[in-house]
Every structure is written in structure tokens, then in C-alpha cells.
């Protein structure tokens, strides 16, 4: 499977940190660090809703993409609290992370509710950025493999046939998601290649070559440059070094495949 047909994506997922004020600052110390790096990818940075305003402004002039945390499953109504795609793409957001761990762990996101998501998503103009993964007990068990294609086949269920090439999908560990615990190459490889094996049983051989496959889970300046180098592997979702320039920058350079 050839890795040129498909767009390599190093996305940063800054959580709940940050502030509005910080942006700039943070841009300017990345930006030096990391010349013509639209040629070999898209960078995308997710942060918290009230940060999108700033960082849809500060981003626009380096061709940094900007993507939201979560978003709701319904198109709009009495849910306080909750956003809707359409006020996403109304600013202008391109991406969003559906079905992180955190959210399913923390906030009781079960299966169904990011099927429902990565409809509203996938409806709209969208990227849902899709994360799949298993638990350590679950490795331990030796059903890595099944319960990941059961997460993603749940995620696009009823996605039709014409729908998902807008879709990407993250293998991200939950052992390894801000623990310091990276997978080998080798298990991440092993995964992402299972992930394209369902995407092509779904939708064929098309979309399993050109839908994104990331790989998250303490991803940093050290072991990217091996992850990325995965035959299945396209890009990165990252957590803790997408806060510090000089970290995130060294990640974006390493997919650099020239
Ligand atoms: C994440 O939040 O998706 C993530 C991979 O975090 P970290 O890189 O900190 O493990």
C-alpha cells in the first residue's frame, strides 16, 4: 500500500491547557522550526472552544489547520453546553476529534454516541479525526486487534459508500496517552495495518489507500521519526508535545519523508 496516495496529518490535541493569550506566542516560536512544512503535511492544531476564535486568526497565516476537542451529536437544540458541527464550520474549524478516550472514559462516550458524531461530522464539511483503541488490560488479553476493529466499524456504522474519504482515524493506545508508554513501531504498524484491513472491507480499496491513519499516544521527538516511518502509519495525534513548540516542530519535521 503506497503511502503517497494518502495526506500526512501531525495533529496536536492541546486538552484543556492553554489560553487565548498564549497562541501567538506559541506560533511564533513553531513557525521558524518549521519551514515549508506544508509541503510534506497538514498540521493541525485542536484546542478548547473558547481558543478557536484566536486560533483560527493566528493560524490562518501559516496554512495551520484548526480543529475542536468534541462536538455535539445533535444539530442544534436545547443541549446547554454542548456545539454543534454547524457553529464549527460557521467559524471555519475543519476538524474535530471524535471519540477520544479521554471523552469516553471520562465522560461516558459510549460507541453509539461517536457513530452519531461522525455522522453529524461527516454531514457537514467536517474531518472527524476518529480514535480507536484498547486498553492495557485488553492488549494484556491479546484482543487488541478486534475490539479496534469493532470500535471503528461501530464509529462508521451506516456511513455510506461515497461518505468516508473525509475521514481519519487515530490508533491511540489508552496505556500509552500521556504516560510516557509509546507502543513499538512494530505493535503500532500492526494495528494501523488491522484499521486499513477494515477500511477496505468496508469501503473497499480506494479508501483504505487514501484514509488517513495516525497514530497517538506519547508520540514525541524521539520516537516519531520511527512511528512515522510505518508503513501504515500517516501522521501523529499528539497530546503533551503539541504544547511545546520545539517538541511539536521536531514531530512535524520527522514526517518529512524528503
Ligand atoms: C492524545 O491526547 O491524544 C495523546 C496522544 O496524548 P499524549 O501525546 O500526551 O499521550
Known amino acids: 500500500m503506497n503511502k503517497r496516495y494518502r495526506r500526512t496529518i501531525i495533529a496536536g490535541n492541546w486538552k484543556m491547557n492553554m ?11 513553531l513557525i521558524p522550526l518549521v519551514p515549508d512544512f506544508h509541503k510534506w503535511c497538514e498540521t493541525v492544531v485542536c484546542v478548547p472552544f473558547p481558543l478557536l476564535p484566536e486560533a483560527l486568526r493566528v493560524f490562518k497565516s501559516y ?3 484548526v480543529g475542536a476537542q ?49 455522522h453529524a461530522a461527516l454531514n457537514g464539511s467536517l474531518c ?19 475490539l479496534v476493529a469493532t470500535q471503528l466499524k461501530s464509529a462508521l456504522y451506516g456511513v455510506q459508500v461515497d461518505k468516508p474519504h473525509r475521514a481519519v482515524i487515530a490508533y491511540e493506545p489508552i ?12 505493535d503500532a504498524q ?20 487514501v484514509i488517513p491513519v495516525l497514530y497517538g499516544g506519547s508520540m514525541n521527538e524521539k520516537n516519531a521519526p520511527d512511528l ?4 501504515d502509519i500517516d501522521g501523529g495525534l499528539i497530546g503533551g508535545a503539541s504544547l511545546k513548540p520545539a517538541s511539536f516542530a521536531a514531530i512535524i519535521n520527522a514526517a518529512n519523508p524528503f
Open 70 to 118: 468534541n462536538m455535539s451529536q445533535f444539530e442544534s437544540g436545547a443541549y446547554t453546553g454542548e456545539v454543534s458541527s454547524a457553529q464549527l464550520m460557521d467559524i471555519g474549524v475543519g476538524y474535530v476529534i471524535i471519540g477520544h478516550s479521554e471523552r469516553r472514559e471520562l465522560y461516558g462516550e459510549t460507541d453509539m454516541t461517536v457513530n452519531k458524531k461522525v
Open 228 to 231: 512515522l516511518a510505518q508503513q
Open 128 to 146: 472527524p479525526i476518529i480514535c480507536v483503541g484498547e486498553t492495557l488490560v485488553q492488549r494484556e488479553a491479546g484482543v487488541t486487534n478486534n
Open 175 to 186: 496505556w500509552a496517552i500521556g504516560t510516557g508508554k509509546t507502543a513499538t513501531p512494530d
Open 63 to 65: 496554512r495551520i489547520r
Open 190 to 209: 500492526q494495528v494501523c495495518r488491522e484499521i486499513r484491513a477494515v477500511i477496505r472491507s468496508l469501503y473497499g480499496a480506494h479508501a483504505a489507500r
Open 19 to 29: 489560553l487565548a493569550s498564549g497562541i501567538k506566542p506559541f506560533t511564533e516560536e
